[in-house]
């Protein structure tokens, strides 16, 4: 059900942008204001777009602190086959 409701929700956002109500580069708070005063900061930049792609738009850097222990040190420098 859930994998399914991905699936109709794109279907209705790709219909609304060929209708021109809104862009898939237009910020989710200028649909949601209601989320503008609780959102994180940052979060105007999230785009329609990013959701649907689930990204978040923000950057990512994998951080542990096992960084420099050997294990890790060997798989992360190991190209994949």
């Known amino acids: 059900m859930f994998s399914v409701s991905k699936t ?3 279907l209705a956002v790709g219909m609304l942008e060929g209708d021109g109500t809104l862009s898939l580069d237009d910020s989710v708070v200028a649909h949601l204001p209601e989320l503008a005063d609780t959102a994180a900061g940052g979060s ?8 649907l792609r689930m990204t978040a738009g923000n950057g990512y ?6 960084d420099d222990h050997p294990v890790t040190q060997s798989v992360t420098s190991s190209p994949l086959p």
Not at 61 to 66: A, G, K, N, T, Y
């Open 8 to 10: 109709v929700t794109s």
């Open 61 to 66: 850097r994998w951080s542990d602190d096992d």
């Open 44 to 51: 105007e930049t999230i785009t329609i777009g990013h959701l």
